[in-house]
């Protein structure tokens, strides 16, 4: 099973800036300090984001997170007119991740995988489902939301 939360979305960010932005507004809503977001690109430019790396990082260890973003088959992402997917990942605070997979919703996304099997352990979330379970482990101070 992947470490992963996967968002089909209709379109890559075109720039660092833009998914900087999305992950600002995601934290804003939830009344919390925007992240710090930084772009790891690979040796030859990339085609949009495809291929990067966004790393988040928040003001401790466990909140961390980084983001990828690929083209993929629609087999793959579940949705026919979606043919990429930013994958979130973390070895710290899945609820700082549930956030920055929020943002990615603003790429045309309208669904999550939960192929980490992490926050409470559903396979998916609208955005919805998913600011709940947000809400719910902001009220009850748990940054990792496992089963």
């Known amino acids: 099973m992947s470490n992963s939360i ?21 934290f804003e809503r939830f009344g919390l300090t925007p992240p710090d977001v930084q772009l790891h690109e690979p040796t030859s430019p990339p085609k949009a984001m495809a291929d990067s790396i966004v790393t988040v990082r928040g003001n401790d260890v466990q909140k961390h997170c ?15 007119a979606a043919t990429h997917m930013g994958d979130v ?12 997979v929020m943002a990615l919703f603003e790429f045309g996304g309208s ?7 992490e926050l ?23 940054p990792y939301l496992a089963r």
């Open 120 to 142: 409470d352990g559903r396979s998916e979330y609208d955005a919805e489902a998913l600011r709940r379970v947000i809400d719910a482990g902001l009220i009850a101070g748990n």
């Open 6 to 26: 996967f968002v089909p979305v209709h379109r890559l960010p075109a720039s660092q800036d833009e998914v900087r932005q999305a992950v600002f507004r995601a």
């Open 89 to 100: 990942t973390t070895r710290g605070s899945w609820l700082f991740a549930a956030i920055v």
């Open 66 to 80: 980084w983001v990828s973003f690929g083209e993929y088959p629609t087999e793959l992402t579940g949705a026919d």
């Open 111 to 117: 669904i999550a995988f939960n192929d980490s099997g």
